[in-house]
Each structure stands twice: as structure tokens, then as C-alpha cells.
T-cell receptor, first 113, second 110 residues
Framework: DGGITQSPKYLFRKEGQNVTLSCEQN?????MYWYRQDPGQGLRLIYY???????QKGDIAEGYSVSREKKESFPLTVTSAQKNPTAFYLC????????????FGDGTRLSIL | RKEVEQDPGPFNVPEGATVAFNCTYS??????FFWYRQDCRKEPKLLMS???SGNEDGRFTAQLNRASQYISLLIRDSKLSDSATYLC???????????FGAGTRLAVHP
């Protein structure tokens, strides 16, 4: 089945540790996105990538890094510089062109120990 | 002013009720519009795209008013399973990213 796979589903981070969240899609979509959602809040854009080897900062990029070496993969690293990383992280992808919606993975819940 | 604004709710309605959600957007260059549904602790899922002429999918009807920069979603004959948060989403012309509203929570009770 075509879709977006995020892993792991749950992740725990120690103080001062970097962790990487995986996002893979087999939809052949050019654009991929990372969002953060805090309890009771809306989605906030962290980073997005429109093509391989290119990405742009979203609204809350500080403390995060990404790479886009392959079309199907867009991993997100939560660095130790992100002081409040506990949140629900959602990856999405989208076909290029006007009128195209985004499709989401089922998310990773990150908690700090 | 937020780019996409929604009434946060919650809207508490009985089964069988008709409920309407409104959404306003600030940028007149907005080109594409969507409604997503998000269940508690789950990912958002596309409910329907919103077309200029309005569109219907079963019990759901979406309307767009470009002059007033306003989108609506009408749910008829509410079911318990409609309980969720409904997100209004806008795409600006020339930008390859979607802007999400904070969502309106719906609770349908027996």
C-alpha cells in the first residue's frame, strides 16, 4: 500500500541528547513536511522540502535539523538545543501542483526523560 | 491577525443535529482550500477539498466565499463518530506549503 511511514511511534529523549525521527513515503511525492503539535494546539511547521537536496525553515525551526538525500526520505533530528521537545511530531507529503492536499504519517510522540 | 482563523469550540451537539463550522483566511492570494479531520491523538486526515462552486460529499457540504475570504463546513445528521477536531487549511498561490487553522472541536452526544 502507498503511504507515509513514521518511526518510532514513541520516543524518549534524555537531557542533552539528539534524536532522529524517521519519515519515509512511497507516494512519489516531491514535497515533504515536518510539523509539531502540542496538546490542544494546532500544527506548527518545522521544516519543509520541495525537492531532493533542498529544504526550507518553517515557523519553528530552531533546535531542529533535517536532510533530504532521497526523494522518499525526510528525517528530522531534534537536537539538544530544543529545550522543550515533548510533543507530537507529524510528517506529511504532497504532490506538486495547485489544489493538492497533504497526506500525513501517523506521527511520533516524543517525551523527555 | 492569524492567517487562518477558526472558532475553537467545543461544539456540543446531539446526534442527528446539523452543525456548521466557519473559517476565515487573511491572504487574498489563497488558492486552494481543504477541510481535514483529526481524531484525538491521531494524525489529520483529509475530509474534503473545497471548490469555488461549493461541493458536497454525503452528509458534508463545503462552501467557499472568496469575496469575504470565508470557508464553511456543514455536517448534517451528526453521528457519534463525527466527534473530532476539524481543521481548515489554505494554500497560498505560488507557495508549496499549506497553512492550518488551529481547529474546531466537535463533540456529538447521544
Amino acid at each position: 500500500d502507498g503511504g507515509i511511514t513514521q518511526s518510532p511511534k514513541y520516543l524518549f529523549r534524555k537531557e542533552g541528547q539528539n534524536v532522529t525521527l524517521s519519515c519515509e513515503q512511497n507516494l512519489n511525492h516531491d514535497a515533504m513536511y515536518w510539523y509539531r503539535q502540542d496538546p490542544g494546539q494546532g500544527l506548527r511547521l518545522i521544516y519543509y522540502s520541495q525537492i531532493v537536496n533542498d529544504f526550507q525553515k518553517g515557523d519553528i525551526a530552531e533546535g531542529y535539523s533535517v536532510s533530504r538525500e532521497k526523494k522518499e526520505s525526510f528525517p528530522l533530528t531534534v537536537t539538544s538545543a530544543q529545550k522543550n521537545p515533548t510533543a507530537f511530531y507529524l510528517c506529511a507529503s504532497r504532490e506538486a501542483g495547485a489544489g493538492q492536499p497533504q497526506h500525513f504519517g501517523d506521527g511520533t510522540r516524543l517525551s523527555i526523560l | 491577525r492569524k492567517e487562518v482563523e477558526q472558532d475553537p469550540g467545543p461544539f456540543n451537539v446531539p446526534e442527528g443535529a446539523t452543525v456548521a463550522f466557519n473559517c476565515t483566511y487573511s491572504n487574498s492570494a489563497s488558492q486552494s482550500f481543504f477541510w481535514y479531520r483529526q481524531d484525538c491523538r491521531k494524525e489529520p486526515k483529509l475530509l474534503m477539498s473545497v471548490y469555488s462552486s461549493g461541493n458536497e460529499d454525503g452528509r458534508f457540504t463545503a462552501q467557499l466565499n472568496r469575496a469575504s475570504q470565508y470557508i464553511s463546513l456543514l455536517i448534517r445528521d451528526s453521528k457519534l463518530s463525527d466527534s473530532a477536531t476539524y481543521l481548515c487549511v489554505v494554500n497560498l498561490r505560488g507557495y508549496n506549503k499549506l497553512i492550518f487553522g488551529a481547529g474546531t472541536r466537535l463533540a456529538v452526544h447521544p
